[in-house]
């Protein structure tokens, strides 16, 4: 049975994508590590250790202690959170990506890591922005995983080392919380629509940005991960596409479950991440390269984060009557 390891795990998709690794690998195969020590709690079926993801002597231990078979190397500072420290964003997020990959390269393993729909920025097409325009990333996380793309695509070409990546669009998800990024009203809409709040937006109501509801997210990565080798003909990342809509969509889609829900807008630094950003993403060659095809649209994914964010409130003894009905 193939051995595991996930950096950064208790991040927003480091969790989910635990949860559906485990019945394909067995949780004993399975070890996530983390740099915050506390995340242990959060692992208590799999294996946990703390790590910082730019300590290579320790990582190369732990791979070879542990006979690591395939990385998924999750660590990154989101785009947000970034553009507050752009050169420890940098370092951070390439001095880790090139650690994975020449252990990759010594140890033979496979790789996955995210990139993202932040590599797009000026000059690009944003309607139905295809693989490969031509690009200007404005963050400093846009930088990185676009320079990062390029390195995987090299250790791919130069090393045969077998590296896959998806460009994550927003990642919506009722069970873990949104880490720092441009993206994160997606998922902060929801959790203050089911506690009778109004929700105050920092983009403003016509910012159209691509969005995927995690389970369509977490099966992409399985999916990737799982195709043949032959197939996997892109080894830069893959444009997917899950669900495109605007904060002002978004909200009236709430609104017919919780008819009393309100917002406003008051746009921040992000607007100008989001500006540049594409509204909506090409994935033509995803689908024919590894047949991806998403499941998610905006009124099943509204409905699934509100039942289940109102079941979870409720197990913890936060029961809201307003939203019995769901
Ligand atoms: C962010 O907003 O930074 C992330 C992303 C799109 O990569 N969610």
């Known amino acids: 049975m193939q051995k595991i390891l996930i950096t950064g795990a208790a991040g927003q998709l480091g969790i989910e994508l635990i949860n559906a690794l485990i019945p394909v690998y067995g949780a004993e195969n399975i070890l996530a590590t983390d740099i915050n020590p506390d995340a242990a709690s959060k692992f208590s079926d799999t294996n946990f250790l703390s790590v910082n993801a730019m300590d290579a002597d320790y990582l190369d231990k732990i791979v070879n202690e542990y006979k690591i078979d395939q990385v998924y190397h999750l660590a990154a500072i989101?785009?947000?959170?970034?553009?507050?420290?752009?050169?420890?964003?940098?370092e951070v997020n390439m001095k880790s990506l090139l650690i994975v990959l020449e252990l990759a390269r010594k140890y033979k393993l496979k790789v996955f890591w995210p990139s993202s729909i932040a590599v797009f920025g000026r000059g690009t097409q944003r309607q139905n922005t295809p693989q490969n325009p031509g690009t200007i990333p404005n963050t400093v996380y846009g930088i990185s995983k676009q320079a990062g793309e390029q390195w995987c695509n090299y250790y791919a070409e130069k090393f045969n080392v077998d590296v896959r990546s998806i460009r994550y669009p927003g990642l919506i998800s009722y069970s873990s919380p949104p880490g720092g990024g441009t993206t994160d009203y997606a998922v902060d809409i929801f959790h203050k629509a089911v506690c009778n709040q109004n929700y105050e937006c920092f983009l403003s109501e016509e910012t159209r940005l691509p969005m995927m509801y995690m389970p369509d997210a977490v099966r992409a990565t399985l999916e990737l991960m799982q195709s043949d080798f032959?197939?996997?003909?892109?080894?830069?990342?893959?444009?997917?596409?899950?669900?495109?809509?605007t904060p002002a969509e978004l909200f009236r889609e709430i609104k017919k479950h919780l008819p009393e829900f309100q917002i406003s807008y008051r746009p921040d630094f992000r607007q100008n991440i989001a500006n540049t950003w594409p509204e909506s993403i090409d994935d033509s060659i995803a689908r024919i390269e590894w047949g991806w095809k998403p499941k998610y649209d905006l009124s099943k994914m509204t409905l699934n984060m509100l039942k289940n964010i109102n079941k979870k409130r409720n197990r913890q003894g936060s029961s809201n009557l307003l939203i019995s009905i769901l």
């Open 78 to 90: 989101l785009s947000a959170n970034g553009e507050q420290n752009p050169l420890a964003t940098w």
């Open 230 to 245: 032959k197939k996997i003909k892109t080894r830069t990342s893959y444009n997917i596409s899950g669900i495109s809509f």
